[in-house]
């Protein structure tokens, strides 16, 4: 049985077909760079190692995961970051402000993955030490938590939830706004355009006069200078805090800026926040966003400090630990 059709076909390739002796191969350039063969080549390329040893020696950088030298996260540490936050999940269930009183969610939130290990110290850095660099690690694991939570849908905006303003003005930025930036710029996400919408209220506390104004300068200057536990003045942060008092603290403290109630009206809204604990901020930030006229239909986390127990296991990558919904209402709401 022959197979004519094969047989222009075949005839052809071997005339094209060359003789590796006779024929001489194509140049193609070294595989490997040797020294530059001109003189300022090789006084560019001089100067540019002296720069770079000289900037390790003036502003030495360690990972800081494992603190080995001359990386801001050394690759290892990094896999083991991607590791942590390769199967989101469902964690609206282990914060006490997200459950109403017959146990239902009352909003869904995914988190990339829990707060331990490599991802917390990396967040820890990021947030506290101004290490913006790595956002270039984690701005890929909330990508990919957005695009689990909406599931390749369509139809959805993401409300980054805002930091304080002493927060903003002691870091020099917003981790979230910053991690939405990368996303935005790399385009991970482009069916989910950002509204910066939400602003932090300014709260004033009891005004104080006489000498106790004046110890509480002095004990604000020693913690500031000596680096002593900060003064609590009801401004201050939300770490180390309680149920009550996280709640007591971010009540009423969100609202819309002026003149932008019109871009939410109707619109789906996913929130973003960078770390889950209670779940005071996102109920607040829900509350506003809804007062505003918007639907909150979820909102994303990067790391969850109360994940479930379930949580652990999507962490090793386990194929059979899909996003659990432990709800008894859906995650994204289409009503």
Sequence with gaps: MTFSFLGPWFRNLQLRRSDPDLDVPESVGARRRGPDQRRTGRVIAALQGTLVDLLAVLIPVDCVCCEKEDAVLCGSCAKRVRQLCRQPFRAELESPALVDVDGTAKIGVVAAGPYRDELARCLLSFKRHGQWRLADVLAPCLSKAVDTAIGGGSGYCLVPVPSSGRAYRRRGFSPVHLLLFFIRVRRMLPLCPILDVLKKSVTSGPLVTGPDAVREMAARLVAEVF?????????????????????????????VRRGRTEDLKGRRCILVDDVLTTGATLAEAARAVTAAGGQVCGAVVLAATRPPAYASVAATGDPGSVIKTQSKNKWLKDE
Excluded at 228 to 251: I, Y
């Design 227 to 255: 680096g002593g536990a900060p003064v609590d003045h009801g401004r201050g942060g939300q770490k180390g805090l309680g149920r009550g008092e996280r709640a007591r603290r971010v009540r009423g403290s969100m609202s």
